[in-house]
């Protein structure tokens, strides 16, 4: 961990936590590792009584096992009424929400044109709309308590593109420019918004989720460059010589729940491509500590 990531002296408290996406990757081990921390945790995914059954019971027997507070709860990102369902079960248990990692979410390669325009609305109805109803679900929580953290799981491709990506890439985006703003409007009541970007993490079973083009007119009418993105993805695993370790993502959770509100900074890039947004982050840092509007929010809200 890069011992510069946070100024002030963390503060070890057991908070409760909700994390979406807990069917695999960072969200299964996250749910598990901060239990383990003494937290209170909330694992949410899909379908815990039909495709995610049995990772559902996994979660459950290792609570049990290990004598943690973890809770798995039914909940599709997706569907206002099930978060509605799985906000009533979490509040019968918890009053109080510490923080939101926002994990749920999943990937596409191809050619941008081969992919249908429902496809499309259909991986920002879970990487961009779900954030927002979540943050919906949770922040009247947080405002009333007038504390709170929201992790968001973004991507090194949230500040940087790739050929092929752009559909991903631009939900990514979308959750840079959401987490950022909502950490401005936040700011008065003591809540925080971060992002995580990491790079690629072959070990999470992010890959094996990825999707691909569903038109299969136009992957026709590209000829033999269909193949193209295919052949750039297999050549990119093939250059990362070490796998990144995902327990690093699960530690800056860590540290970020941790950590004091007015330390955290908003964007905290790891492994392989995604450090190399370093400097970037840091002049967009600077430029918007220029425009002042985190000072302007406290205007508006003591007036």
Do not use: W
Not at 173 to 193: G, K, N
Request: hydrophobic share 40%; net charge neutral.
């Amino acid at each position: 961990m890069d011992p510069n990531l946070f100024h002030k002296k963390t503060i070890q408290m057991k908070k409760t936590i909700l994390i979406t996406g807990c069917s695999s990757g960072f969200g299964k081990l996250a749910a598990e590792h901060l239990a383990k921390q003494g937290h209170t945790v909330f694992a949410t995914l899909r379908n815990t009584q039909g495709k995610n059954k049995e990772v559902a019971e996994e979660i459950k027997a290792y609570g049990e096992k290990n004598n943690l507070k973890i809770y798995v709860v039914d909940l599709d990102v997706t569907s206002e009424t099930s978060i509605q369902k799985a906000m009533d079960e979490i509040t019968a248990k918890a009053p109080t929400i510490d923080v939101l990692i926002n994990n749920a979410g999943y990937g596409n390669i191809g050619l941008q044109e081969a992919f249908t325009i429902s496809s499309a609305q259909q991986m920002f109805d879970v990487n961009v709309f779900g954030i927002l109803r979540m943050n919906k679900a949770v922040l009247p929580i947080m405002r009333k308590q007038k504390s709170g953290l929201i992790i968001n799981l973004s991507s090194g491709v949230g500040r940087l593109v790739f050929p092929f990506g752009g559909i991903y890439a631009a939900s990514k985006h979308a959750v840079e420019a959401l987490t950022e703003s909502l950490r401005l409007e936040l700011a008065p009541f003591d809540i925080d918004s971060v992002a995580i970007e990491p790079g690629g993490y072959g070990t999470t079973g992010f890959n094996a989720a990825i999707q691909f083009p569903d038109d299969k007119n136009v992957l026709e009418s590209y000829g033999s460059y269909a193949e193209a993105p295919y052949k750039m993805m297999q050549a990119y695993a093939s250059s990362l010589t070490e796998q990144p370790d995902p327990m690093e993502i699960v530690t800056i959770m860590e540290e970020l729940i941790n950590a004091p509100f007015g330390s955290r900074k908003v964007r905290y890039p790891k492994a392989n491509v995604a450090e190399m947004l370093h400097p970037l982050n840091k002049v967009s840092e600077e430029i918007q500590g220029q425009l002042g509007f985190d000072k302007l929010v406290f205007n508006f809200y003591q007036s």
